[in-house]
């Protein structure tokens, strides 16, 4: 089968002068609980530009917003059949989703949202799995579903007396794009969030935003010009050292804040203790690749999205389709995602025939 992989001559004095290689590769068999999945759609992270740059493993193969249709299934997998349409994230520490073909546990992919083609399906997975853990397992919000009748009665909330809020650092990129949306038409919360280009700005305010504010600036001063004295949430998807002292002063007391993105420095908690605040770390691949015992509630997250996003609550992030799964393309997203310029999300459709 094709793949794309990374290129073992980090050197980059190779012929091809490029951090990914088009390979060929054996064909992989599926273990007793895992789908092999020929991959339709492959959507580009940050996370592949971080492992491009720091991975020590030769031909690693990357990619993890995957959709695509079962080709084959593991002995002990009752969920899926050849022929289902799915789509997930995958894990970090099994080969990745830029390829024909695929192997991933079952119990970590969702049957693809039959109102989305492969390509807007494949700027879901990674980015929901991602969002739904933050918002409403770290950050403890209540999903405010319209439709009760939808879901599991035990998940909706009663309406409060006033409208909650939640501060979104970096909206605009293909998770913040996907946190305001939960955030402003499932939870029902008044969303702010970030961003500092004129593009940017509209992102977030297309995909819902309240308001926007530029994280460039004083977030307090900001907050308060919009009658604003506190937020009772907090989710920081971008590196929260620069912003953390800034973050303290406009949490609400007995607030939460959760961040994503690994600090470049030690944070000092001790700012957040005056007000009892609560801080967390989201990992997506942390279920995958540790095994927990829950490890399924993942492939129920992507129902539900598909769920949301067939019922015309959550639409797909998709921002451009670079073409064919190739180094090419992938050195293209790569470079587009570094130059922190990418809003939504970017994504590779197939293999050329």
């Given at each position: 089968?094709?793949?794309?992989?990374?290129?073992?001559?980090?050197?980059?004095?190779?012929?091809?002068?490029?951090?990914?290689?088009?390979?060929?590769?054996?064909?992989?068999?599926?273990?007793p609980?895992?789908?092999?999945?020929?991959?339709?759609a492959?959507?580009?992270?940050?996370?592949?530009?971080?492992?491009?740059?720091?991975?020590k493993?030769?031909?690693?193969?990357?990619?993890?917003?995957?959709?695509?249709?079962?080709?084959?299934?593991?002995?002990?997998?009752?969920?899926?059949?050849?022929?289902?349409?799915?789509?997930?994230a995958?894990?970090?520490?099994?080969?990745?989703?830029?390829?024909?073909?695929?192997?991933?546990?079952?119990?970590?992919?969702?049957?693809?949202?039959?109102?989305?083609?492969?390509?807007?399906a494949?700027c879901?997975?990674?980015?929901?799995?991602?969002?739904?853990?933050?918002?409403?397992?770290?950050?403890?919000?209540?999903?405010?579903?319209?439709?009760?009748?939808?879901?599991?009665?035990?998940?909706?909330?009663d309406?409060?007396?006033?409208?909650?809020?939640?501060?979104?650092?970096?909206?605009?990129?293909?998770?913040?794009?996907?946190?305001?949306?939960?955030?402003?038409?499932?939870?029902?919360?008044?969303?702010?969030?970030?961003?500092?280009?004129?593009?940017?700005?509209?992102?977030?305010?297309?995909m819902?935003?309240?308001?926007?504010?530029?994280?460039?600036?004083?977030?307090?001063?900001?907050?308060?010009?919009?009658?604003?004295?506190?937020?009772?949430?907090?989710?920081?998807?971008?590196?929260?050292?620069?912003?953390?002292?800034?973050?303290?002063?406009?949490?609400?007391?007995?607030?939460?804040?959760?961040?994503?993105?690994?600090?470049?420095?030690?944070?000092?908690?001790?700012?957040?203790?005056?007000?009892?605040?609560?801080?967390?770390?989201?990992?997506?691949?942390?279920?995958?690749?540790?095994?927990?015992?829950?490890?399924?509630?993942?492939?129920?997250?992507?129902?539900?999205?598909?769920?949301?996003?067939?019922?015309?609550?959550?639409?797909?992030?998709?921002?451009?389709?670079?073409?064919?799964?190739?180094?090419?393309h992938?050195?293209?997203?790569?470079?587009?995602?570094?130059?922190?310029?990418?809003?939504?999300?970017?994504?590779?459709?197939?293999?050329?025939?």
């Amino acid at each position: 089968m094709r793949a794309v992989a990374l290129n073992p001559d980090k050197s980059l004095k190779s012929a091809s002068n490029c951090l990914f290689l088009d390979v060929a590769l054996d064909m992989p068999s599926p273990k007793p609980t895992d789908l092999l999945v020929q991959i339709k759609a492959a959507g580009i992270n940050p996370i592949d530009v971080k492992l491009s740059k720091g991975s020590k493993t030769p031909g690693l193969i990357l990619g993890f917003d995957v959709c695509g249709i079962v080709h084959a299934v593991g002995s002990q997998v009752v969920k899926f059949k050849k022929g289902d349409s799915v789509y997930y994230a995958g894990a970090v520490n099994r080969p990745g989703g830029f390829a024909e073909y695929q192997l991933v546990d079952a119990r970590i992919v969702g049957t693809r949202p039959s109102s989305l083609s492969f390509s807007q399906a494949a700027c879901l997975p990674l980015a929901a799995i991602t969002c739904w853990e933050a918002l409403f397992e770290k950050l403890h919000i209540k999903p405010k579903f319209l439709n009760n009748s939808d879901l599991n009665k035990n998940s909706i909330h009663d309406v409060r007396e006033s409208e909650p809020s939640i501060l979104i650092i970096g909206g605009s990129g293909g998770v913040g794009s996907l946190a305001i949306q939960l955030a402003k038409r499932i939870a029902g919360l008044r969303v702010i969030a970030t961003a500092s280009r004129q593009a940017s700005v509209q992102q977030c305010l297309d995909m819902g935003a309240t308001s926007v504010i530029n994280h460039h600036e004083s977030l307090l001063t900001q907050l308060k010009e919009l009658d604003i004295k506190w937020v009772d949430y907090v989710l920081c998807l971008t590196d929260p050292a620069p912003l953390f002292s800034q973050i303290s002063e406009v949490i609400a007391p007995l607030g939460r804040v959760c961040s994503l993105v690994e600090s470049s420095t030690d944070l000092p908690m001790n700012l957040l203790r005056n007000k009892s605040v609560s801080f967390s770390w989201e990992g997506a691949f942390t279920r995958s690749l540790f095994k927990t015992p829950d490890m399924k509630h993942q492939g129920e997250i992507l129902d539900v999205i598909a769920h949301l996003v067939d019922k015309g609550q959550i639409h797909s992030t998709l921002k451009e389709d670079l073409g064919s799964i190739c180094a090419e393309h992938l050195q293209k997203g790569c470079q587009i995602i570094e130059s922190a310029k990418a809003i939504g999300k970017l994504v590779m459709t197939g293999f050329d025939e």
